[in-house]
């Protein structure tokens, strides 16, 4: 709008002329589409009208905001924007806009797992957890992982208050199986041996059933003991992990050959 102005001299009384008319020019206002943004994210900030002028952040350490309204939000806080027209006419300060800062995640079971292995990942509660490849690990919203193939595995956290993203957290390495086979008869007199093998590995051998075969735990030589059948699992000892398939069985029967092995 339009305004004049007189000036009434207090000592005398007297009253200028009217000066010729100001004009006020309404300054421009800025809306925020974006009241939350998390580490990382971006918004844009629109003048109204739409006129060249300046951005100012009231807290640029928070958020920056570049020259045609793009706010950046670096760092947990709040903030607000101002808007200068090529007038010289400044907006008021815009709604307060907050950072959420990412989710804090780790580790808190061991970072080597076996298949079929679990760990699991902090925080168990309140959001979302994503593997980064769930061939090699999956992940359950509790956090808990399980290790389902050979290989390596991230995982990230959405907080479902902010709607943030973690960082990824380190890497959980699933170790393969020891792979295990007899390289010896399968077919034994009581009394006969045959060998298992762990293909080189080192670890402990055990038998489904001492009492019809035993395996020395070291050596992976297996003792026919009765009559029956009985398969044989390797634990790694580097690992720990376990074989997933066992040798298959190993038959023992009396001979009537005490030489057939």
Not at 54 to 60: D, E, R, V
Not at 167 to 175: D, E, G, M, S
Request: proline share 6%; aromatic share 6%.
């Amino acid at each position: 709008g339009f305004a004049n102005f007189r000036y009434t001299q207090t000592s005398t009384g007297c009253i200028s002329d009217t000066t010729t008319r100001v004009a006020v020019t309404p300054g421009p206002t800025v809306s925020v589409p974006d009241s939350f943004l998390c580490l990382g994210e971006t918004t844009t900030l629109v003048p109204n009208p739409v006129t060249g002028g300046t951005w100012t952040s009231s807290n640029s350490s928070v958020a920056t905001i570049s020259g045609a309204g793009v706010v950046t939000a670096v760092a947990q806080g709040t903030v607000t924007f101002t808007f200068r027209d090529n007038s010289g006419c400044s907006s008021q300060p815009s709604a307060i806009v907050t950072v959420n800062g990412r989710p804090a995640v780790g580790i808190t079971g061991s970072s080597s797992i076996c298949i079929t292995g679990t760990t699991q990942l902090s925080p168990g509660t309140g959001g979302t957890w994503t593997s980064s490849n769930g061939a090699i690990a999956s992940v359950t919203d509790a956090g808990l992982v399980t290790g389902v193939a050979a290989g390596s595995a991230t995982f990230t956290f959405i907080l479902t208050s902010t709607g943030c993203v973690s960082l990824p957290t380190n890497a959980v390495t699933v170790t393969p199986a020891p792979v295990v086979s007899f390289s010896g008869p399968t077919a034994l007199c009581v009394g006969g041996t045959t060998q298992v093998s762990s293909g080189g590995a080192g670890g402990v051998w055990t038998s489904s059933n001492p009492s019809v075969a035993s395996v020395n735990p070291t050596t992976g030589v297996v003792t026919a003991l009765a009559p029956g059948t009985a398969s044989f699992t390797f634990v790694e000892t580097s690992t720990g992990c376990a074989s997933t398939a066992s040798t298959g069985n190993v038959t023992i029967t009396h001979c009537f050959n005490p030489d057939f092995n």
